[in-house]
């Protein structure tokens, strides 16, 4: 019975034994190779850092850039300029209608107002009385001062009142003049005349309507009166791209009405500041329109050239990293990479015009990213 016990308590010993021992062989081994593992990767770690990484560089020139800005804009004339009567009156006749072409001075319309004939009458009658006694006054004049010529003739008060006298005739003869000339003037505004040539562009009243001036009488305009042979385009340049636009620049549009074809003008006029609002410039361009295929009101697409006015930095598009910090080029010096902030001018053809503290000469990376960090080396 003792002899059994004492091996089986053996057996499990021994059993227990070998667990130990193959535990302890695998943990072993675990650890080894974790230390192996770990040792690898800081290697791997410590040769990705030091290792430069490789890239292409060019040499930083200067050159002029040529893009072109797309604006939409609009055709107005260049005159255009509504009709009123200047006087109260009633319509009397109408030779002209819409789409007349008149030229400058030509009658439009002939009005009439009974009244004004009354008042240039009674005016011209004011005028030759006036006259009358301005004659007389003078003709008494002379004859005193012709006798006070004589020694106790006539005293020298009775020539100074009969200068007084023809003095006073000759002032109220001019006040009769001018007020004979207003009337005749309100006459002639009767006949209402085109200011410049150009083309009826509306017409807003009829023979025997009540005409007068705005707000007493015609609550529109009689004629609109529109110069179509010579156009004005409205364009507003945005700030960013005033700099470059100046006097006589050409440029180019297009109509819808006319899609195959270009129209030019030169620009002639800009405004010196920017609208609050939308921030850009406006810029008016002269448009020869002697064909009259352009209407006033029409929007075009307006190409406007835009060259640099002098020699720049350009880079290829690549060259440039838009970084959440700013817009930046990587130059390369003593092989490491050196992040330089920079500000964009004009695009074209994948060019880019740039401004910062580069010089012309300086290598800069070909193909910018942000994984060439600033600092690291570079080959």
Known sequence: MNRRINRSLYTVLAFSGSLFV???????????????VSKTEVYKTETAVE???TVDVFALKR????SSLQVPGELVAF?????YAKVSGFIKAMYVDVGSEVRQGQLLALAEAPELSSQLSSA???LKAQEALSIASKANY?????ASKFSGAVSKNDVDQALAKRNADNAQLEAAKSAYREVGDLKRYLQIRAPFSGIISARNASTGAYIGPSGKGSEFPLFVLTEQKKLRLV??????YTGYVDQNDPISFSVKAFPDKKF???VKRQSGTLDKRLRSERVEVDVSNEDKKLLPGMIAEVTVPLPTKSSTLIVPASAIVNASTGVFVIRVRDHKAEWVPVKKGLEADDKVEIFGSLSEGDSLVTTATEEIRDGSPVR
Do not use: F, H, M
């Open 79 to 83: 005159r255009d300029v509504d009709i």
């Open 63 to 66: 050159g002029q850039l040529s």
């Open 22 to 36: 193959a535990s302890s062989l695998v943990s072993c081994q675990k650890t080894e190779g974790k230390k192996d």
């Open 124 to 126: 011209d009658s004011k």
């Open 51 to 53: 290792a430069p990484a």
């Open 264 to 266: 030019t003008g030169q």
């Open 235 to 240: 364009i507003s340049i945005p700030e960013a």
């Open 142 to 146: 002379e004859r005193i001062l012709e």
